[in-house]
Structures are given as structure tokens and as C-alpha cells.
């Protein structure tokens, strides 16, 4: 008997919860207020960081420029080659130096932005990384050691990785963040063979 007293209340169906609209209703309302709060907060503080944020990207990217290139002047030039953001003429003391490219390429963690410089004969000057999200110890043995991205220096024309003549040995282990910041060094040489 106690048997089918346990089965018949497991059997029975659950009461339904009611609930009050106008509970539901002042709910949804303090929700909404509190988003509308965070984004409008949200807003303010983007507003009042981004000029800050906008000028530290540009030193960076200026410090990069000298880093690869160093001119006195560095005058925008028309450009239209891909993955290339930006073409700057060098300028030293009346006579043109070389170029400097802003280049920005995808690696293994996502997009990597870098500066390439390349003087008059075609030559790779300097290659700067401005910012990327390669993985820790693996990718930024490429993008954070200037000594790897110093072995570009000198070459010029189509950069390979790992064979041929004019070739870039990729670091062990990081064979995708070498062959993009390959990449971007061989856009950057493309967009100067253009102009």
C-alpha cells in the first residue's frame, strides 16, 4: 500500500507558480534602467579615453617609423596595395631615403600590426611590430624578439619561408606568426614596387 501512495504523489501533477505581471513588469523596467545606465556610462568613459588611447597608438607607430627608418619627415603617399594601411615617403634632408609601410597581416592569434621599412634600392631597412595578440612564448618569439624580426633586414623582392634564396627561416615552433609577418614584409615590398 505504501508503495502506491508514493507513485500516485510522484504521479500528481506539479502546481503551476503564478506569477504577478505587474511584479514581472517592474522587474523588466529595473533591468532595462540599469542597462541603459552601464551603456550610457560606457560611452562617457570611451569618449573621454579614446583621444588618450588615439595618441599612444600614434607615438607607438611614430617611434616604429624612426625605428625602421629614420627621416627627418614622413609624407603620406597614395597606395593601394593589400593589407598595406598606410605608405609614408621618408624624407631626409631634401632627397627621398626609402618608404615606410604600415602593414597589418593575420597570425595565429589574429591580426598583426607592423611597420616595414624599405630604402631606395628595394631592401628591407627595419620591421617593427606595433601590436599583436600572438600566443605567449610561441607566436612572440617572432613578433617580441627584434632579433628575429631583424633577420629581414636586406632582403628584398618575394620573401619566401624556409626555402629558396631570399628566404626567412621561420622559428621553430612558430611556423604561422613567421610566414604572417613574412606576409606583411612582402606586401610592404609589393606596395614599394608599385609606386
Request: glycine share 10%.
Amino acid at each position: 500500500m505504501s508503495k502506491e501512495k508514493g507513485t500516485a504523489a510522484a504521479a500528481a501533477p506539479k502546481e503551476k507558480l503564478a506569477l504577478d505581471p505587474k511584479f514581472v513588469l517592474r522587474l523588466a523596467a529595473t533591468l532595462l534602467g540599469i542597462c541603459a545606465v552601464v551603456a550610457v556610462l560606457l560611452a562617457v568613459v570611451d569618449n573621454v579615453t579614446r583621444p588618450t588611447i588615439r595618441a599612444i597608438q600614434e607615438e607607438k607607430t611614430a617611434a616604429a617609423m624612426r625605428q625602421v627608418l629614420d627621416a627627418l619627415t614622413y609624407e603620406p603617399v597614395e597606395n593601394q596595395a593589400e593589407n598595406v594601411t598606410a605608405l609614408y615617403a621618408a624624407m631626409g634632408s631634401g632627397a627621398q631615403l626609402g618608404w615606410v609601410a604600415e602593414v597589418t597581416t593575420n597570425g595565429f592569434g589574429g591580426p598583426i600590426n607592423m611597420v616595414v621599412g624599405v630604402d631606395m634600392t628595394g631592401a628591407v631597412t627595419g620591421v617593427a611590430v606595433i601590436k599583436s595578440a600572438e600566443t605567449p612564448n610561441v607566436g612572440t618569439k617572432v613578433v617580441g624578439d627584434q632579433t628575429v624580426l631583424d633577420r629581414f633586414v636586406g632582403l628584398g623582392g618575394e620573401i619566401t619561408v624556409n626555402g629558396g634564396d631570399n628566404r626567412f627561416d621561420a622559428v621553430s615552433g612558430a611556423t604561422v606568426s613567421s610566414k604572417a609577418v613574412t606576409a606583411g614584409v612582402n606586401a610592404a615590398l609589393a606596395a614599394v614596387a608599385a609606386q
